[in-house]
């Protein structure tokens, strides 16, 4: 099987908060977040790794969020 490259310009910081119960109009408390890497390249190489096919996921991370952005593209492009 030949190693794939999938290359993502724009990464994407997801973070995705969890309630308990959302009530419209009042203040909302999130009981816990998670975060994760995303762009099409970024999911095309989660789908793969997913499939056992060999791949590199190559991103540009760069600012402040850097290194968690430089992780997540890690843990994507390792099958």
């Known amino acids: 099987m ?3 490259f999938t290359v993502t310009a724009n990464l994407l910081w997801e973070q995705t908060l969890f309630y308990n119960e959302w009530q419209p ?3 909302q408390r999130a009981t816990r977040s998670a975060f994760q890497v ?3 390249g ?3 190489a989660k789908m793969l790794a997913r499939l056992g096919s060999p791949h590199s996921a190559v991103c ?10 430089k992780a997540g593209c890690a843990s994507a492009a390792s099958p």
Request: charged share 10%; net charge positive.
């Open 2 to 4: 030949p190693h794939l």
């Open 25 to 27: 109009g009042r203040t």
């Open 38 to 40: 995303g762009g099409k």
């Open 42 to 44: 970024i999911n095309v």
């Open 60 to 69: 540009f991370p760069g600012g402040a969020p850097a290194p968690s952005l």
